[in-house]
């Protein structure tokens, strides 16, 4: 016998799937079986290891070696006296091989009767099937849990990707590329931390809710605490509190974090994504960036085996030092003459509408190159590069350039065409901090509702001292889409934020 149901069935063809496997659940209570049992047998093998452990079977082998495995039934078969069941666990596949006589008359029929879906655990010996296909024998097996809902056909799945990602769980059980994705983003989540650690690096955890979000020009989310009956924001970046640690002492941190900015959905933008930020003091942004390179090697070496990985039809190389690009450099290419952010607005504006970039009030000539280079520049950037030298204007938290004015010791870290990290040699002059938090503050009341706020306990932080200090951002969901050549920031986040439906 086997099941397969279509992925959008008309409304009696789901209500009579649903039907008969409520009249399947009633009859196995009525049995004394409970559909959602306790203390069923613990898998002590997986598809992926068995797979590992027997790579060469002759077919018609017997083993001798007894397992039990644990998954959701996603394929039965019915030849005679003979069953033949794929049990799908978090590794991979491994087929189920039935006998009629090797179980009760009991147990054999109700196997037969399993739904696709159901969750099982069998026990039996490691074999190959006359046709050589890896199975487990089975001698004995429980219904682990009942599955109340068809899962999508085997032809069809679910094709439509909004249905896939509103249906995550549905998705994962069938989807196997979905499920290495998020094996690859655990992997990768696991090597950053590593990295860092073995750096002398503290990992530690800063407040997702905020009296005040700050860190990065971004619209946050605003909610209330009744309590304290005060309005408080989901962060849009840890940064003011990581370097609040070090103005504590804390020479070396990092963490992991879900930022949340209230901002438009696209291809490699959720409203809530992860961050690795981390901070070093008596580090600069050149020191952050030589980190940021072998940080990066490390992880790739390991995720995928070594420095060089494809995406799409081309090849992005991480072996070598990384390129270094000023902005106003790689902006005076693309427009084909000199470009400066110290030059004044109107000459830039100029220049901005002559190459179909239209700057909005409020936008300084700071904000101008920025918007310039973002058009012009960053979708060509593919070989890894850190372009350099923001302006001032767009860079509220970065350190003035030591020799060159209008511009911070900023630095954006491109691949593949997109914003992998954002660093720089941290702001630790207070005086300073607020002049440039008050002309955030002057754009923000001009309309600009990402601009900086003034934070008077941070500034109070930074008066007791902070050392010389380089940080930098990482995008995790990015470096992920990268490594596993999605195009959507959706395919990598399990639950991404869509509209209901």
């Known amino acids: 016998m086997s099941e397969e149901t279509p992925l959008e069935p008309d409304e009696g063809g789901l209500a009579g799937l649903l039907a008969a496997r409520r009249q399947k659940l009633e009859a196995l209570r009525d049995a004394g079986i409970d559909p959602f049992p306790v203390g069923v047998p613990k898998p002590d093998a997986t598809a992926a290891g068995l797979a590992a452990a027997h790579p060469d079977l002759e077919p018609g082998t017997e083993t001798g070696e007894h397992v039990t495995v644990g998954g959701r039934l996603v ?3 019915s030849f005679g006296k003979l069953r033949f069941g794929v049990l799908r666990d978090q590794t991979g596949d491994i087929q189920l091989f ?36 890896l199975s487990v024998k089975v001698d004995d097996w429980v219904l682990a849990a009942k599955s109340m809902r068809p899962l999508p056909d085997k032809w069809h799945g679910l094709a439509d990707r909004g249905e896939r990602f509103r249906r995550r769980a549905v ?6 590329e979905a499920r290495a994705t998020a ?22 955890e800063t407040p997702m809710l905020q009296v005040q979000p700050g860190g990065a020009l971004a619209r946050p989310f605003v909610t209330h605490h009744n309590a304290l009956d005060i309005p408080m924001y989901l962060r849009i970046a840890p940064e003011l509190y990581l370097k609040r640690l070090v103005v504590g002492g804390f020479e070396r941190v ?16 959720n409203p809530e994504f992860t961050m690795l930020e981390a901070y070093e003091a008596y580090a600069d942004g050149d020191d952050v960036m030589a980190t940021a390179e072998e940080v990066l090697r490390e992880v790739v070496t390991e995720v995928v085996g070594t420095t060089s990985f494809s995406v799409g039809d081309r090849t992005i190389d ?21 470009v400066d952010p110290t030059w004044p607005r109107g000459e830039l504006a100029a220049i901005a509408r002559r190459h179909g970039v239209e700057p909005e009030e409020g936008h300084g000539s700071g904000k101008i190159v920025e918007r310039l280079f973002e058009a012009l520049v960053e979708p060509h950037l593919w070989d890894p590069v850190f372009v350099t030298e923001f302006p001032t204007e767009v860079s509220p938290l970065a350190r003035a350039h030591r020799s060159k004015p209008g511009v911070t010791e900023r630095f954006e870290l491109f691949m593949g065409r997109w914003e992998i990290a954002n660093g720089f040699t941290e702001l630790n002059d207070p005086d300073e901090q607020r002049s440039r938090f008050e002309s955030q503050a002057a754009a923000r009341a001009a309309g600009d509702d990402e601009a900086h706020r003034v934070d008077e306990d941070y500034l109070a932080a930074l008066e007791q001292g902070m050392p010389p200090t380089g940080g930098i951002g990482i995008g995790v969901d990015r470096l992920v889409m990268l490594l596993t050549g999605h195009t959507t920031i959706r395919e990598v986040v399990l639950f991404p934020h869509l509209r209901p439906d």
Do not use: C, M
Not at 184 to 189: G, H
Not at 254 to 269: C, S
């Open 183 to 204: 094996f690859t983003r655990s992997r990768v989540v696991s090597a950053l931390r590593r990295a860092y650690e073995s750096r002398g690096f503290l990992e530690v």
């Open 318 to 338: 991480l072996t070598g030092d990384f390129a270094r690009l000023p902005i106003s450099e790689a902006v005076s290419e693309a427009v084909g003459t000199d």
């Open 254 to 269: 990092f963490e992991l974090n879900r930022n949340f900015r209230n901002e438009g959905v696209d291809a490699t933008h």
């Open 75 to 77: 394929g039965l078969r």
């Open 98 to 133: 039935v006998q009629q006589n090797a179980l009760d008359e009991d147990s054999f029929a109700r196997f037969s009767e399993l739904d696709l879906g159901d969750w099982v655990v069998a026990s039996g010996e490691v074999i190959t099937t006359k046709k050589g296909e």
């Open 171 to 176: 998705d994962l059980a069938v989807n196997p």
